[in-house]
């Protein structure tokens, strides 16, 4: 079964760049790969989103410009480039497995694995 494990998070300064990896493996038939985030005490939000297929993105307004969602067919793993990060970006990342296209990827409700926690701050 197809299994996505995140990496890359960290503590970053304001203004920083940080990029986060989600490696796939196991079965890998999937349209699309959505990047979410989790502020504390706030509920998942939807960041980006990358076609397996054509290999279109799609961003949410708030990091539009900053980030970067991109894919390793060969290596099986999407990124997310951050840049300009600032504290409101600060959150637990997770990367999900998509059986729709990206068009509907913010109305995902889970499940949801382990994430990586991204936190911004001086």
């Known amino acids: 079964q197809l299994q996505l494990v995140e990496s890359g998070g960290g503590l970053v300064q304001p203004g920083g760049s940080l990029t986060l990896s989600c490696a796939a493996s196991g079965f890998t038939d999937y349209f699309a790969i959505g990047w979410f985030r989790q502020a504390p005490g706030k509920d998942h939000e939807a960041v980006s989103c990358?076609?397996?297929?054509?290999?279109?993105?799609y961003y949410v307004d708030i990091v539009k410009g900053r980030f970067t969602i991109s894919k390793d067919n060969v290596k099986n793993t999407v990124y997310l480039q951050m840049n300009s990060l600032k504290s409101e970006d600060t959150g637990v990342y997770y990367c999900t497995a998509q059986h729709h296209y990206c068009t509907d990827y913010e109305n995902y409700a889970g499940p949801w694995g382990q994430g990586t926690q991204v936190t911004v701050a001086s």
């Open positions: 990358i076609n397996n297929g054509d290999g279109s993105t």
